[in-house]
């Protein structure tokens, strides 16, 4: 069974800081994504990872792939209060017959002025 | 450019009874559609998936079933609600062939409260 953990599960910091997302995926997988939901709306993708050392940036985030390690993080830099919301990462199983994701927890991320 | 729908967007439904929630996608054909719920204490969970008209997959056995009667539709069903049906479902769609990222959207979700 394909099992992602990520944390912390809760995160409050300061603008202007850095801080990094954590999320361990427990068996190989050939797709790693990155989301956000915003209270009470739907999921939005911020990236999608493929392969091993795999390095994408989008602003004040960024994700990179280790699969050896099954290992992704998200980088937060010089946060800002707009970037407060729940992140998320899921991987999909590519043993199986299953296409869907397996999400991890999500981390809930406060930034406060 | 594409779009996913569903609708409702909120329900309030007694414990028993039934349950139809829609999705649909424009601007793309053949998608892969995919139903799942976001309930309090178990996060995100895959329910059902379809690669195609009539073609569904369930991944965790429930109270729900689902349908795809046309290409871009896909309902989520029950007879029966339970208290434990409550919960955030979203619907999303991805490519059904030569993505390399396979990735998925999301619709804007319905929030289900079973009373």
């Known amino acids: 069974e394909l099992k992602v953990e990520q944390n912390p599960l809760f995160l409050s910091m300061q603008e202007g800081k850095n801080y990094t997302i954590y999320c361990n995926y427990s068996t190989t997988s050939d797709r790693l994504y990155w989301y956000r939901q915003d209270p009470g709306k739907s999921l939005e993708s911020l990236f999608v990872?493929?392969?091993?050392?795999a390095v994408k940036q989008e602003g004040r985030l960024m994700a990179s792939l280790d699969t050896k390690a099954r290992l992704s993080t998200l980088h937060i830099t010089a946060a800002v209060h707009d970037l407060s919301a729940t992140y998320f990462c899921a991987v999909r199983y590519s043993g199986g017959g299953a296409d869907g994701l397996t999400f991890g927890k999500g981390t809930h991320l406060i930034i406060q002025p | 450019s594409q779009t996913i729908h569903q609708w409702p967007a909120t329900l309030v439904q007694p414990v028993g009874s039934p349950l139809s929630l829609e999705c649909t996608v424009e601007g793309t054909s053949n998608p892969n559609l995919y139903w799942y719920r976001q309930a309090a204490g178990r996060g995100l969970q895959l329910l059902f998936y379809?690669?195609?008209?009539?073609?569904i997959s369930s991944e965790v056995p429930q109270n729900l079933s689902a349908s795809r009667p046309q290409d871009r539709q896909f309902i989520l069903s029950s007879k029966k609600l339970l208290l434990s049906d409550s919960g955030f479902y979203l619907c999303?769609?991805?490519?059904?062939?030569?993505?390399?990222?396979?990735?998925?959207?999301f619709g804007p979700g319905t929030r289900l409260t079973v009373l």
């Open positions: 999303a769609w991805s490519h059904l062939a030569g993505d390399p990222y396979n990735e998925q959207f």
């Open positions: 379809s690669v195609g008209i009539g073609q």
């Open positions: 990872l493929l392969s091993n050392g």
